[in-house]
């Protein structure tokens, strides 16, 4: 089983930042990719970001210049940078990821419990 624990969300102004981040825990797994979801009040859940294991990113065009996802694979902890934020960025934030438990070597979808952002306009 692996556990993921995301923090850093709140509140903040219009062109503010925030960094979130996403940390997981477990026995004997290996994460491939992470990624960043977002669901806003009444709206469907949504990609932001994704990251591979060995680094390679994408982004939604609506963030695209404004929000940054890395991961420390050391750590097995993934952040965002979200910068220049706007109002329509309030949503619940999630973390995801493709991890597999060793030595069963199935992978499996794995949620966090989302952390709140809340940005005033």
């Known amino acids: 089983q692996v556990h993921l624990v995301e923090s850093g969300g709140g509140l903040v102004q219009a062109g503010g930042s925030l960094r979130l981040s996403c940390a997981a825990s477990?026995?004997?797994?290996?994460?491939?990719?992470m990624n960043w979801y977002r669901q806003a009040p009444g709206k469907q859940r949504e990609l932001v970001a994704l990251?591979?294991?060995?680094?390679?990113?994408n982004y939604a065009d609506a963030v695209k210049g404004r929000f940054t996802i890395s991961r420390d694979n050391a750590k097995n902890t993934m952040y965002l940078q979200m910068n220049s934020l706007k109002a329509e960025d309030t949503a619940v934030y999630y973390c995801?990821?493709?991890?597999?438990?060793?030595?069963?070597?199935?992978?499996?979808?794995?949620w966090g419990q989302g952390t709140q952002v809340t940005v005033s306009s």
């Open positions: 477990g026995r004997d797994f290996s994460i491939n990719a």
């Open positions: 990251i591979t294991r060995g680094g390679t990113t």
């Open positions: 995801n990821a493709q991890a597999m438990v060793l030595p069963t070597f199935i992978v499996n979808d794995y």
